[in-house]
């Protein structure tokens, strides 16, 4: 794990401090969906003590480079200060000491509210040995004067780290208390020290902890809102999976069956009423729901929270989405191509017949999962910009449909035409020439320019261009990619049969994708 350069360190800590929990304290509570009372579980988000223990490992390494500053100018004393020499053991500990919790700090493999724990006594220890350095500050020593490291130390840590006020008062307790009791034992041995010099530099300790300690409650007090925020009807989200445009989708958990679950957040569009967002949200979620189609995501829940982004949770799915699929092993073989492309349209065929029409079918909505002992298994995602059968398509200033993906959108919804599941056809028809060639049907161009070819240009036959690729699959592809939707497959089971009927339709066998995922996850 890379570590920042000491000397930068500490200048981002105050401002990530708050700016990292502050963005996140939005609330999210949903307005309608099902709720259950359960109590939101205590302590901070994992992604926030993530980033304490990572806060915890700049200060350690802010602590090598302070102790080995130390221990040059202690050791570099002009001989008439035998007391400051004195210190410079404690110095050389300090170094040891803040190496091994900065290199532990940054060992991910260990949890991060167990790094977050070690680091109150990384807190308390460093601040018995400064306090140690700073000994002979009451022996006389010119050459410590000014503000007390330990008073900054007390002030820097609780301020940065967030704790409960149980912790963070007990850590500044146990540091104000170095100073006297090491000076009353300075004394008990016949050392010659002013304990009134000692007392004063004590209150100023206090003081300094009394501050930091109320810096550390703030922080806290900022990340419980975020662990309250982060829930979402009967889901408490854990980390974050991946953000779009759209908005991002978490992993996360119910709150009482510990089921874990996919949470996305849809933000609200620009200008859209919210009444009346809402209720094409509510419906087409509602519809959603309602289909069975084990190739299709499930859906457990929905609503809208209070910032108005809407959320879906779905179920959790281990694979590839076929984006990432593609861009980490390329082309995919034209029976697993068919064996996929099959699995997709017995999701479509079931929503298409419900009156839905998914609208944004592309790979990164295709996803190879693999369940319990099955593998290859794919699930359709992302209904959330879904329209009705025969639907009139959305239009931007520029005229250009404004949802669902500029790659594979018909021709029909960007003439402003009504459409229905014929468009999935069109896009299912892309879909299955990129992951055969690694390529677009139309190559690299502009937006504006796909538009284009898409309402104008005849797609080239990828044997046209020497990729090898069954002719019987290119046909039924092809036939996807007509212009007028009277002349592609009628429906989604029509594609299946079609495909079904290709040559290579039953050569990617269960062996073959346990064989693949063995290798390959």
């Avoid at 130390?153 to 100073?179: D, E, F, I, K």
């Avoid at 960007?414 to 468009?423: K, N, V, W």
């Amino acid at each position: 794990m890379d570590e920042p350069a000491p000397g930068d360190a500490i200048e981002d800590l105050a401002t990530e401090a708050f700016t990292s929990i502050e963005t996140e304290a939005a609330s999210r509570t949903p307005r309608w969906g099902s709720r259950v009372g359960a109590p939101i579980p205590t302590g901070l988000p994992t992604d926030l003590e993530s980033q304490a223990a990572r806060r915890i490992g700049r200060l350690a390494w802010v602590g090598v480079v302070f102790f080995g500053v130390a221990l040059s100018l202690l050791l570099l004393q002009p001989g008439e200060a035998p007391a400051t020499g004195r210190a410079w053991p404690w110095a050389l500990v300090g170094v040891i000491a803040a190496l091994g919790f900065a290199v532990g700090m940054g060992r991910d493999s260990i949890p991060a509210k167990h790094r977050v724990r070690a680091g109150l006594a990384f807190h308390v220890l460093l601040g018995w040995l400064l306090a140690l350095i700073e000994l002979p500050r009451y022996l006389g020593d010119p050459h410590l004067t000014g503000i007390s490291a330990l008073t900054v130390w007390q002030l820097l840590y609780p301020g940065l780290v967030p704790m409960r006020t149980r912790s963070a008062v007990g850590g500044a307790v146990a540091v104000a208390l170095a100073a006297p009791v090491i000076g009353v034992i300075a004394a008990t041995f016949g050392v010659d020290i002013d304990l009134g010099a000692v007392a004063l530099s004590s209150i100023t300790v206090v003081a300094a902890g009394g501050v930091g300690v109320a810096f550390s409650r703030i922080l806290y007090a900022l990340g419980r809102e975020v662990a309250v925020a982060r829930h979402v009807g009967s889901y408490r989200l854990v980390d974050v999976l991946g953000r779009g445009a759209m908005g991002e989708v978490w992993r996360a958990e119910h709150r009482l069956l510990r089921r874990p679950a996919a949470v996305k957040l849809i933000l609200p569009q620009e200008g859209e009423d919210p009444r009346t967002g809402q209720a094409e949200f509510q419906r087409e979620a509602q519809i959603t729901a309602t289909l069975r189609s084990p190739h299709t995501i499930e859906l457990y829940d929905f609503g809208v929270t209070d910032d108005g982004s809407y959320f879906y949770v779905m179920e959790l799915l281990e694979g590839w989405d076929l984006q990432s699929l593609l861009n980490t092993h390329g082309p995919l073989a034209p029976a697993r191509v068919i064996h996929l492309l099959r699995q997709a349209c017995l999701s479509l065929d079931e929503a298409h017949a419900a009156g839905l029409v998914h609208c944004d079918i592309k790979p990164a909505n295709l996803f190879a999962a693999r369940l319990g002992t099955s593998y290859d298994v794919l699930k359709v995602l992302d209904f959330g910009v879904a329209s009705g059968v025969h639907a009139v398509p959305e239009t931007n200033e520029d005229g250009v449909v404004a949802r669902g993906n500029a790659a594979t959108v018909s021709p029909e919804a960007l003439r402003g035409e009504p459409f229905d599941g014929r468009a999935d056809i069109y896009a299912l028809g892309h879909v299955g020439i990129i992951l055969l060639t690694g390529r677009h049907v139309f190559g690299r161009l502009s937006r504006q320019e796909l538009v284009n070819a898409h309402v104008r240009r005849t797609p080239r036959k990828p044997s046209n261009r020497s990729v090898p690729i069954p002719l019987d699959l290119e046909a039924v592809l092809m036939s996807c990619l007509a212009k007028n939707p009277w002349e592609r497959p009628p429906t989604a089971a029509a594609l299946e049969r079609a495909l079904a009927g290709c040559a290579d339709a039953d050569a990617w066998s269960h062996d073959d994708a346990v064989s693949w995922w063995a290798r390959n996850l």
